[in-house]
């Protein structure tokens, strides 16, 4: 991917590393003392053992108030790298979660949670869609909610190299002009946070110029399901929402189910309650006009990046849409990522050479660390953590694993029992046996009283 140089992090590395000031000894500062003294690697492993095993036998909650086995240690947390190998990792998940630790997270908790939220119920995974690599394949590049040029300079490029090879038109949207808009073909200013409006104008835009692919449409998203008679959108909010509580009932957002449970379609696109005409309704008040109004973007240059886009409608051409942080750090940021993920979908751009929604991380491995779950709400897989009312193998995964909704459906999600079959495996040593208990309770009979340093007790919080 690199091709042999080194991002600034990377040479940042060198630095640091042969820096004079580099710490190369633990160092402990007693309470009260403004002195650091150094020790030995031993006496600062102990000592953070120590510290862990005292607070765990003090504070490790094996039954909630009910009396219902829950397992849990909230007093201590661990902040995971975004910085390390895969490798290190499993072993993050498999020492936190071990020991009944909830507060895991790492790095993507601050620059990418919108993006798994947006990303994951969009494609099944909350990662970039294609690679670095196959960003050379794009016909068109846009570039909104990051600068990739000066963020990210040795996967661009591959941008770059899109443009030069691959005749691609590379196009930034950015309240700045900056270093990529520097080298792209067509740079329009936007208001920050005023995104959303952006990219709903231009799925108006192919909407209402018929600039779809359709026979992508119709068999690769769930345009032609139908949605509940009671799904409403009405003076900015959706059906379902409690004042009060200042949530969502979303139960009038699912589908119209026949007698098999299988989703109700109209493969013409008529009906009106299907997504295709509820997504049209939706989209219809964000005209050029009222872009204009809300992003600051002259009428010209949107309806100009609105038919670049529509180009890539075709089954030989591609898009590619990257972002970063400038969209993950609104609070709306996952309302526009999923806009993006809408937009690529109308076009047929998913799942093709060239095509995708790429999330930009700032980190070495931020998005391997998501994908193993070291998350404090997550395990590997994006699978959800057990709540103390999933008690049993049965319960949780029944209440994870979303029914099909058709005939030869694929959806990633209702293989969540072979990912935990398989996530016990690499927990435990040894798949699970009569699913009678999650292999996350492997905690429940180790208790306070086991000695952290005795390997003898390894195996005495196992269960079946």
């Known amino acids: ?78 902040l995971c790298s975004s910085a390390a190998s895969n490798e290190t990792g499993i072993l993050d998940g498999k020492f936190t979660r071990s020991l009944g630790m909830v507060a895991i997270d790492c790095q993507a908790r601050l620059c990418h949670g ?30 909104m909610g990051g600068n990739a ?43 920050a946070g005023s995104d959303t409006a952006f990219l709903l104008g231009v799925i108006r835009y192919l909407l209402e110029n018929d600039r779809v692919q359709h026979e992508y449409v119709r068999h690769y998203t769930n345009a032609s399901l139908i949605i509940r008679d009671d799904y409403q959108f009405n003076d900015g909010l959706f059906s379902g929402y409690d004042a009060k509580k200042r949530q969502y009932d979303k139960s009038s957002w699912f589908y119209q189910l026949d007698e098999q449970g299988n989703a109700l379609r109209d493969e013409t ?33 949107f309806k100009r990046i609105c038919e670049i886009l529509a180009s890539t409608s075709v089954p030989d051409r591609t898009a590619t849409i990257l972002y970063a942080l400038g969209w993950t750090h609104h609070s709306a940021g996952a309302q526009i990522i999923r806009a993006a993920a809408m937009l690529q979908l109308l076009l047929g751009n998913i799942g ?54 058709g005939v030869n459906e694929v959806n990633y999600w209702q293989k969540y029992a072979e990912i935990l079959r398989q996530h016990d495996e690499k927990l435990l040593g040894r798949p699970r046996h009569g699913g009678k208990s999650l292999g996350l309770r492997l905690a429940a009979e180790m208790g306070p009283s086991v000695r952290c340093d005795d390997p003898s007790r390894a195996d005495a919080g196992r269960q079946n």
Not at 115 to 133: I, Q
Not at 273 to 283: D, G, I
Request: glycine share 8%; with cysteine.
């Open 1 to 78: 991917m690199s091709r042999g140089s080194l991002c600034p992090k990377g040479a940042g590395v060198l630095d640091y590393i042969h820096s004079e000031n580099r710490l190369q000894y633990p160092e402990y500062r007693a309470p009260g003392s403004d002195k650091w003294q150094r020790i030995s690697w031993d006496e600062a492993i102990n000592r953070i053992a120590r510290l862990m095993k005292d607070d765990r036998d003090a504070n490790f909650i094996e039954k909630n108030a009910d009396g219902l086995t829950v397992n849990r240690w909230t007093t201590t947390g661990m």
């Open 114 to 143: 919108p993006t798994v939220s947006a990303l994951a119920p969009t494609f099944g995974r909350g990662a970039m869609t294609n690679n670095w690599v196959d960003i050379k394949n794009a016909n068109v590049v846009l570039i």
């Open 149 to 191: 040029a000066e963020a990210h300079p040795v996967g661009f490029k591959w941008v770059i190299e899109a443009q030069t090879k691959n005749d691609a038109t590379v196009v930034v949207v950015d309240p700045r002009f900056n270093r990529s808009a520097a080298v792209a073909d067509l740079y329009a200013p936007i208001r």
């Open 269 to 301: 696109l008529s009906h009106p309650r299907c997504v295709w005409n509820l997504l049209k309704a939706h989209v219809e008040r964000y005209t050029p006009e009222m872009v204009n109004r809300l992003c600051g973007t002259s009428v010209a240059d």
């Open 352 to 405: 093709m050479a060239g095509g995708g929604v790429n999330a930009l991380r700032g980190h070495s491995n931020i998005q391997g660390y998501t994908d193993l779950g070291l998350l404090s709400t997550n395990l590997p897989g994006y699978m959800p953590l057990p709540s103390e009312k999933q008690p049993d193998y049965q319960t949780y995964i029944s209440q994870i694993t979303p029914p099909s909704l």
